[in-house]
C-alpha cells in the first residue's frame, strides 16, 4: 500500500514539474512571438525534449521561421 502510495506521490511531482516546464516555455515563446499560435503550439513536444539551457539558447538565437522549420514535421 505504500509502494502504491508513493508511486502516486512520485508521479504527481513528475507532472507537476512537466507541467511547469511546459508553462515557462510557453511564455518564452509569447513573450518573444506575441503570441502563442497553432504553429508553434504544434512545435511544444520537441521543444519540451530540450535540455533548458538549449532551448534558451535557441530561442534567444532563433526566429519564429527558423524554430518552425527545425521543428515542424511535414
Given amino acids: 500500500m505504500a509502494e502504491v502510495r508513493e508511486e502516486g506521490i512520485q508521479t504527481g511531482i513528475q507532472t507537476g514539474i512537466q507541467t511547469g516546464i511546459q508553462t515557462e516555455r510557453q511564455n518564452f515563446l509569447r513573450a ?3 503570441t ?3 504553429e508553434l503550439v504544434a512545435i511544444m513536444e520537441p521543444l519540451l525534449a530540450l535540455p533548458s539551457e538549449e532551448f534558451a539558447l535557441l530561442l534567444l538565437n532563433s526566429s519564429r521561421e527558423d524554430l ?4 515542424s514535421q511535414s
Avoid at 518552425?68 to 521543428?71: G, N, Q, V
Fill in 36 to 38: 502563442l499560435d497553432g
Fill in 68 to 71: 518552425l522549420a527545425r521543428f
Fill in 32 to 34: 518573444k512571438f506575441g
